[in-house]
């Protein structure tokens, strides 16, 4: 049972624009949602969270929305760059259980010169 | 660098055998996690201990097991090997209250063959 996902499991976007990733999750319990991001070889590394109780968080070039009623999330990355190819996850956690994460299957970003 | 130090980081054993897989958390974390990324599974929750006892649990096989330490080290162990066991293994460490940061190590390549 897919509670958390990817639907996209690649993008390709250009050197400078904005890439959006976007995630859906089926379980309403969950209420707090993390994006991580992984490298080959390389374990995932934390970008950007959010609670259930906001609608956005923005760090840097990153921006995640939260749409609830929608059970939707996305994460922006403004302006893409190179360095920013990677393997995106989604992941969602309710606050009594933490750590539990659901993680989706991933988006493979190209961010291409 | 995460701080989550996870050894081996290859491993090639055969069916029917059984392996350790160690991790050491972030200084300071009371809380271990340890995830199966597979290629048909995706990233999933196994296990989590807290200070020694286990939290929570997950999908995890009855053929494997988990320990944490005093010393706050875990050990994942995992017997009667099969060829579907084969996966990346991560460990991953937090602060146990909800909203913080969880890192992950380097993850174990499990093969088995």
């Known amino acids: 049972d897919q509670q958390v996902k990817q639907n ?5 976007v250009q050197e400078g624009r904005i890439s ?32 259930s109780i906001k609608d956005k968080n923005e760090d840097g070039r990153f921006t995640v929305f939260l ?16 360095g920013d190819s990677a393997v995106y996850f989604c992941a969602a956690s ?9 993680f989706g299957a991933g988006t493979q970003v190209v961010v291409t010169p | 660098d995460s701080g989550v130090t996870q050894t081996p980081k290859h491993l ?22 340890w995830y ?22 997950g999908n995890i096989l009855e053929r494997f097991s988990a320990q944490q330490f005093p010393d706050l080290h875990s050990e994942l162990n995992l017997s009667s090997l099969e060829l579907g066991d084969s996966a990346l ?13 969880i890192y ?8 088995v063959v």
């Open chain 1, 94 to 102: 309710r606050t009594d259980s933490w750590g539990k994460l659901q």
């Open chain 1, 67 to 82: 749409n609830k009623s929608a059970k939707h999330l996305s994460l922006h990355i403004v302006p893409s760059q190179p």
């Open chain 2, 89 to 101: 293994y991560f460990c991953a460490s937090s602060v146990v209250a909800a909203g913080n940061t």
């Open chain 2, 12 to 33: 090639i054993t055969a069916t029917g055998q059984r392996v350790t897989l160690r991790c050491s958390p972030r200084s300071g974390d009371l809380s271990v996690y």
């Open chain 1, 20 to 51: 959006i990733l976007n995630c859906d999750y089926t379980n309403s319990m969950f209420d707090y949602f993390l994006w991580y991001k992984k490298y080959p070889a390389e374990g995932p590394t934390f970008l950007i969270s959010i609670s």
């Open chain 2, 104 to 111: 992950f190590g380097e993850g174990s390549w499990l093969t």
């Open chain 2, 36 to 57: 199966q990324q597979s290629l048909d599974q995706g990233l999933q929750f196994l296990i989590q201990y807290y200070n020694g006892e286990e939290r929570a649990k």
């Open chain 1, 8 to 12: 996209s499991p690649s993008l390709s």
